[in-house]
C-alpha cells in the first residue's frame, strides 16, 4: 500500500487531490512554484488565489522547494501541460521517486509539436517508474467539498492502476482502473476545445437544441481521433470520455467553458486570457490536437472550427455559419 504522496502544482487540482490524498491517510507533501503562494497557504493552510473555501489539514507539508521534498511512494503531476517538461526534469534530478515509486499523471493535454502524452513526456524523466493516470469529470471546486465523485485510473500494469485506485477511493470518491492509457489521455485532452466550443454556443444564445448536438458531434469527433491515435473505442464512452466532456460542457466551474463563452460574447482571446490567472487547457491544446488531427488525416469539423477562432482570427458567429453549411452526409459517417 502507497503510504506517502507528493502533488506537485498548486492550482485548484493540485490543490483539491492534496487534501484527498491526506483525507485517505497518505503522507503528503504539497509543492507549487511560487514560494509567495505557498508560503501564504503554509501558513493560513487555504489557497486563497485558486481554491479559497478549502482548509488544507494540517499534516500536509507546504513547499516551493524541490529540495525540501522527501521521497514518496507516489508522486502526483497536476502542473500545466506546457510546463509538465521543466517540473518533471526538476522533480527527477532531486531523486524524489524512489525505488517502486508510481508517477501519476493528472495533467490533461497533448504536447505540441511532438504529440507527446502527458505520460509520455513523464516517462522521459521518471523511465524506471510506474506510470498511471487519472482522468474523468472532476472539478476541483467539487471535489474540495467531498461531494460525490468518479474518476478513472489508467495503467498498462495491473497492480500499478489497483495501488492508485485504492489511494483514491473514500466514502464520496469512487476509482474505476483501466488499461487504455492511450485512449484515457486523449480523452481527457480532447474534451477541452469542444468545451470552449459548448461555451461559445452558450454566449451566442444558440439555444438547448444546438448545444446538445454540438456535445454529441464533439463526441464523435473524439471518437474518430482517439481511436485513430490509439486509443480503445469503449474508453471514449466511459468517465475520461463522455463523462468528462459533458462535465466540461456544461458546468459554470469549466475554465473552458468560461473562454467560450466569454468569446461568444464577443470578448478577445486575449483579453480573455489577461482577465484570469487560470489556464484554460483547450486554449493551448486546440493547437496540439489540430496538429495532430492533420498529421493524421482524421477529420474534425467542430475542431477545425475552434482553431479558426482561437487563431485564425474568424469570428463565432462566422464559424457556426460555415458548420452549418457544410454539405450533409450520414451521422454515422
Known sequence: MISSAIVLGAGSWGTALAATLADRGLNVQ???????????????????????????????????????????????????????????????????GQEGSIVLSCTKGIELDSGLRMSEILAESFPRAGLAVLSGPNHAEEVSQRMATAAVVAAREAEIACAVQECFTLPWFRCYTS?????????????????????????????????????TRALAEMVRLGVAEGGQMETFFGLSGVGDLVATCYSRHSRNHRVGIALGSGQSLEAITRSTTMIAEGVPNTRSLYQSARAIGVRTPLLDAIHDVLYGGKSPPHALRELLARDPRPEAD
Do not use: C
Open 30 to 96: 504539497f509543492w507549487g512554484r511560487d514560494a509567495a503562494l505557498m508560503a501564504e497557504i503554509a501558513e493560513t493552510r487555504r489557497n486563497k488565489r485558486y481554491l479559497p473555501k478549502l482548509e488544507l489539514p494540517p499534516s500536509i507539508r507546504v513547499t516551493s522547494d524541490f529540495a525540501a521534498l522527501e521521497p514518496a511512494g507516489l508522486l502526483v503531476f497536476v502542473v500545466p501541460s506546457r510546463g509538465i517538461h521543466d517540473v518533471a526534469r526538476q522533480a527527477a534530478a532531486t531523486g524524489i
Open 179 to 215: 488499461d487504455d492509457v492511450t485512449g484515457v489521455e486523449w480523452g481527457g485532452a480532447l474534451k477541452n476545445p469542444y468545451a470552449i466550443a459548448a461555451g461559445i454556443a452558450h454566449g451566442l444564445q444558440l439555444g438547448d437544441n444546438a448545444i446538445a448536438a454540438l456535445v
